[in-house]
């Protein structure tokens, strides 16, 4: 363990928590204003101007209907599968090193979902008939086709964004009953009604290691199964370089890689802008590096497989393109999503480059730089090459989508600088139990303690 | 009147021994409120058995078993006859069926969380700010003052470090709401 975790006290953990929530400097404001601007311009005022003009306000042509609202979608659920996913992981294997770092990375997976379901609506010509999904009797008998991905999609992502919801909150209830009791004003009746009257009582700790862990063994597989039947949108197609059994695997690695850069990225922000530096150590940012390097690694061997297959298949539409993906219009996408992706992470190998804090972001921005460039060429070369030269054709991003894009960053920054001034960032009850505090105090004699073994959870 | 005597620890052993020893006492209800979860504490007040999995068991067949319907009753309902295939096909409604089995799973979870877990609380119950920050507390609820006394004095020859009377009403309300 770090000396500066070790030097903690319990009370020092609420002590750095509730600041966190109730000390706001001028510097969030000023974040915080720039980022909801930033909404604001580059994301509400286009999508109204889309909705408005109708949607060939964006690039979209024929052959290519995706574009870069379906890459960005693509993205942001790629994006939340690390945090939650994770952080399940971590707890079903006990590791410690998740304790500090695990409320941040599960808000992130719920507001990239919530940004992801955006995109959607986005990319919907007629957002307002998004109702028409949902199986309900109606006037005009119109029911949706379950035989459809879109319609696995519809159901999976919303079993993954309350599943993630419930998840994050039940893990807060200690904690907002810890803040609860050193804040006033609306904060103090906020925290009441969502700690739901916790004591932190033995029945009460053993209830919620009981639904926590079944939440966390219900979650994992689940998951897996959202990003595996988002893939299925596009492997289900009978497009040459989309209709590929790969496909599944592929994308729930991309996804939890693109997660786990993303995770990097918010540890650093949130360490030296909300002062964790006492939580969020080297020890986290070693582990994370050393988890990106291993999915690096798998991503790397999943995109040469799915060359090989392409080229070993034959067929001369896979072979046009896998052609054209490595050297037509797109290549140079491709080959900085292969610098960025493959290439630059096995810097990795280094100690010293995983527990250096610059470096580290640096490279996880270029990594999810480099994912949504992925995205992107999965929707776009494709689409440009199918079986017939007459149904072949480009794409370019309008500056709305480009806007648009931005806009979704801009939302996600929005929802995550709410989220840390309200929920308590770091756990509280969880980083405790991993101080010594505890364990070190001299225990008395067994007779004492009537033959009783009692020993810390770690 | 009050009903409960806590008693405030430093050391979490010491608050677990002390709980094992009220309850060799006879004392019936006895509760360890600490920060952080005690692994002994089952052994101590006796092992805990929770409904929380039978929830989450009953839940997800329930949502299994919905999902299924649900796509099937869809296709029943707008029949869609596609190449000869079944109107009712089992690898795409099989996923359906699995999204379904752990949403109502997850979801009846959070039911059996709250129900055993008796939260959120309803009543006012005893309650010890200092406990969600670095103090182990045990709670000891009675029904006359000669147990609340009884309780006390074993609370402090066991070494608390301070012995509060408690009626059943947090300590943490602000003063214009008492």
């Known amino acids: ?43 509400l005022f286009p999508w109204f101007y889309q909705l408005n003009l109708g949607i060939a306000a964006a690039g979209m042509n024929h052959p290519q209907v995706w574009g870069t609202y379906e890459a960005s979608f693509i993205f942001w659920i790629g994006l939340s599968h690390s945090g939650t996913l994770l952080s399940c992981v971590l707890h079903i294997t006990h590791s410690s090193w998740r304790k500090a770092m695990y409320r941040s990375a599960e ?29 309900y009797p109606n006037q005009m008998e119109l029911w949706p086709n379950f035989r459809s991905p879109l319609l696995f999609d519809v159901t999976a992502i919303a079993t993954y964004l309350t599943g993630s919801s419930v998840f994050i909150y039940m893990g807060s209830i200690p904690d907002f009953a810890a803040v609860r009791d050193r804040t006033t004003g609306w904060r103090h009746h906020l925290y009441t009604l969502l700690s739901l009257g916790w004591r932190g009582t033995d029945t009460e700790w053993h209830r919620l290691g009981w ?106 539409t896979e072979l046009e393109a896998l052609k054209y993906k490595l050297f037509g219009y797109y ?39 480099g994912m949504y460039t992925e995205r992107f060429l999965i929707v776009g070369t494709s689409l440009s090459r199918k079986y017939l030269p007459d149904a072949w054709g480009l794409y370019v991003p309008s500056l709305v989508e480009l806007s648009i894009l931005v806009g979704s960053v801009a939302l996600f920054s929005t ?28 225990k008395p004699a067994t007779a004492e303690r009537g033959g009783v073994q009692w020993q810390p959870v770690q | 009147m009050a009903t409960s005597a806590i008693g405030l620890f430093v050391d979490p052993h010491r608050a677990l021994a002390t709980a094992g020893r009220l309850k060799a006492a006879g004392f019936a209800t006895i509760e360890v409120i600490s920060p952080i979860p005690l ?18 068991f ?43 089995t752990i949403l109502f799973g997850i979801l009846a979870t959070v039911i059996g969380f709250l129900i055993s877990a008796r939260l959120p609380a309803i009543r006012e119950r005893a309650y010890v700010p200092e406990a969600a920050i670095d103090r182990f507390a045990v709670a000891v609820s009675c029904d006359d003052e000669e147990c609340l006394d009884r309780a006390a004095s074993l609370l402090r020859a066991a070494g608390a470090e301070e012995v509060r009377m408690a009626a059943s009403r947090p300590t943490w309300r602000l003063p214009n709401e008492a």
């Open chain 1, 107 to 135: 808000a992130m997976t719920l507001f990239s979902l919530m940004v992801a379901v955006t995109m959607v609506m986005v990319h919907l010509g007629r957002p307002w008939f998004i109702h028409w999904a949902f199986p």
């Open chain 1, 331 to 369: 290549a140079p996408l491709y080959w900085e999503m292969i610098l960025c992706c493959a290439i630059a992470p096995l810097l990795l190998i280094s100690k010293r480059f995983r527990t250096s804090f610059v470096p580290m972001l640096v490279l996880s921005i270029a990594i999810n730089i």
């Open chain 2, 58 to 100: 009953f839940g997800a067949i329930l949502g299994g078993v919905a999902g299924f319907t649900l796509a099937a009753g869809t296709a029943v309902l707008y029949l869609h006859p596609t190449g000869g295939r079944p109107i009712i096909p089992f690898p795409p409604f099989l996923i359906i069926t699995y999204e379904m």
């Open chain 1, 1 to 43: 363990m770090p000396a500066e975790v070790a030097s903690l006290r319990y009370a020092d953990v609420n002590r750095d928590v509730v600041r966190s929530l109730v000390e706001t400097g001028p510097k969030y404001y000023i974040t915080l204003a720039c980022a909801l601007g930033l909404t604001l311009v580059c994301f």
């Open chain 1, 211 to 316: 639904a926590y862990t079944l939440l966390a063994v219900l979650i994992i597989p689940l998951a897996v199964s959202v990003h595996s039947i988002v893939s299925w949108d596009w492997a289900s197609s009978i497009v040459p370089a989309l209709h590929q059994t790969i496909f599944a695997p592929y994308f729930v690695v991309g996804a939890i890689y693109s997660g786990t850069a993303g995770i990097v990225t918010v540890m650093f922000l949130l360490r030296k802008y909300m002062s964790f530096e006492r939580y969020i150590t080297e020890l986290h940012f070693d582990n994370l590096g050393k988890l990106l390097l291993a999915l690096s690694l798998i991503w790397t061997y999943i995109n040469v497989l799915e060359l090989f297959t392409g080229w070993y298949s034959g067929a001369s």
């Open chain 2, 39 to 56: 692994e002994g504490a089952d052994e101590v007040l006796g092992k805990k058995t929770s409904v929380i999995k039978r929830f989450t």
């Open chain 1, 415 to 442: 929802l995550f600088l709410l989220f840390v001034k309200i929920f308590p960032s770091v756990s509280i009850y969880e980083v405790k139990e991993t101080l010594p505090e505890a364990a070190e105090l001299p």
